[in-house]
């Protein structure tokens, strides 16, 4: 599986934004696609993810009530719509994949084993 994010840019506080990840290769069987972010200087964390029912969603604390995750069949893209942006949510975000995670192991990042380059979110302040 490949996966390719994009959508990331220069965001004033307070606004908006999508970012989407295109998957490709082979798409079924996936077991989850999680969203991450790494900020300078800091660890990769997790951000959200969705289930492979498509309809099950996770988020961390932090984007809890901003963020929410969409899933597009059709187009085989995860989307990360994120609201109500902070200076904090600066960071790269990368979109991962896994066929053989757990769910309980849904929020950490070395249970995905594939991953998209990273798209840059800046919001200031």
């Known amino acids: 599986v490949q996966l390719q994010a994009s959508g990331g840019g220069l965001m004033p506080a307070g606004g908006s934004l999508r970012l989407s990840c295109v998957v490709s290769?082979?798409?079924?069987?996936?077991?989850?696609v999680g969203w991450f972010r790494q900020a300078p200087g800091r660890e990769r964390e997790f951000v959200g993810a969705?289930?492979?029912?498509?309809?099950?969603?996770y988020y961390a604390d932090s984007v809890k009530g901003r963020f929410t995750i969409s899933r597009d069949n059709a187009k085989n893209t995860v989307s990360l719509h994120m609201n109500s942006l902070k200076a904090e949510d600066t960071a790269v975000y990368f979109c991962a994949a896994d066929y053989n995670l757990i769910l309980s192991s849904i929020r950490m990042s070395d249970a995905y084993d594939y991953w998209g380059q990273g798209t840059q979110v800046t919001v200031s302040s």
């Open positions: 969705v289930w492979r029912n498509g309809v099950n969603t």
């Open positions: 290769g082979r798409t079924s069987g996936i077991a989850a």
